[in-house]
């Protein structure tokens, strides 16, 4: 059974920084990306950025809203993926879930939450203004 550990959220000011860390544990991974979503109460879950990781070649991808604020990376031999979120916004404030992606998929496809097989928990990200 794949365990998820998010950590990192918490508020901030607008114009701030924060750094979540995710882990997926339990499991082997050989050929697979990890993603971070958020969500608002009453709103579909919406792409954030994505890492994958494809025999030694990394891809990354990122949604409009937060290109050139927000930065993924990961530590592929410790299953763990970070999300750098710098300038952040009132409107950024949301849960953000981290999620394992099994295989590789292709970009449009990381941008879709119905694709991934695993889902952390959730941490809370509030922006005050």
């Known amino acids: 059974q794949v365990h998820m550990v998010e950590s990192g959220g918490g508020l901030v000011p607008a114009g701030g920084s924060l750094r979540l860390s995710c882990t997926a544990s339990g499991r082997a991974f050989r050929y697979y990306a990890m993603g971070w979503f958020r969500q608002a109460p009453g709103k579909e879950r919406e792409f954030v950025a994505a890492?994958?990781?494809?025999?030694?070649?990394?891809?990354?991808h990122y949604a409009d809203s937060v290109k050139g604020r927000f930065t993924i990376s990961g530590d592929n031999a410790k299953n763990t993926v970070y999300l750098q979120m710098n300038s952040l916004k009132p409107e950024d404030t949301n849960i953000y879930y981290c999620?394992?992606?099994?295989?590789?998929?292709?970009?449009?496809?990381?941008?879709?939450?119905?694709?991934?097989?695993?889902w952390g928990q959730g941490t809370q990200v509030t922006v005050s203004s």
């Open positions: 890492i994958r990781w494809d025999d030694g070649s990394v891809s990354t």
């Open positions: 999620a394992v992606y099994v295989g590789i998929p292709d970009t449009a496809t990381m941008a879709r939450p119905d694709g991934y097989d695993y």
